[in-house]
């Protein structure tokens, strides 16, 4: 069973950082894209980062460019954010998704149940 669990939530003061980690196990042969979304109260999920195998990334939501990085361990399964200058826009639930070759051989999309971040003073 091929789970992701991400870590390093909680409570942050605007302009505090946080370093978010996402951790997949189980039987995994390969893992292809990781990507970490968030979803703030009343709004829809969307897309903030996205890191390829080989270590291409891409800012999707431009509100985090320059405060957010995002990287990966492959020898650890492990895909972190690395969150800077944080402000109350920043509150929301953060998620992390990859998809992963199995040893079947075929590649699944798996979602993280997601690490709560709250920026408040």
């Known amino acids: 069973q091929v789970q992701l669990v991400e870590s390093g939530g909680g409570l942050v003061q605007p302009g505090g950082s946080l370093r978010l980690s996402c951790a997949a196990s189980g039987i995994i042969v390969s893992i292809n894209d990781i990507a970490w979304y968030r979803q703030a109260p009343g709004k829809e999920r969307e897309l903030v980062a996205i890191?390829?195998?080989?270590?291409?990334?891409?800012d999707a939501d431009s509100s985090v460019k320059g405060r957010f990085t995002i990287s990966r361990d492959n020898a650890k399964n492990t895909v972190y954010l690395q969150m800077n200058n944080l402000n109350s826009e920043d509150t929301a639930v953060y998620y992390c998704?990859?998809?992963?070759?199995?040893?079947?051989?075929?590649?699944?999309?798996?979602w993280g149940k997601g690490t709560l971040v709250t920026v408040s003073s």
């Open positions: 890191i390829t195998r080989g270590g291409r990334t891409n």
């Open positions: 998704t990859a998809d992963i070759r199995r040893k079947t051989g075929s590649i699944a999309t798996y």
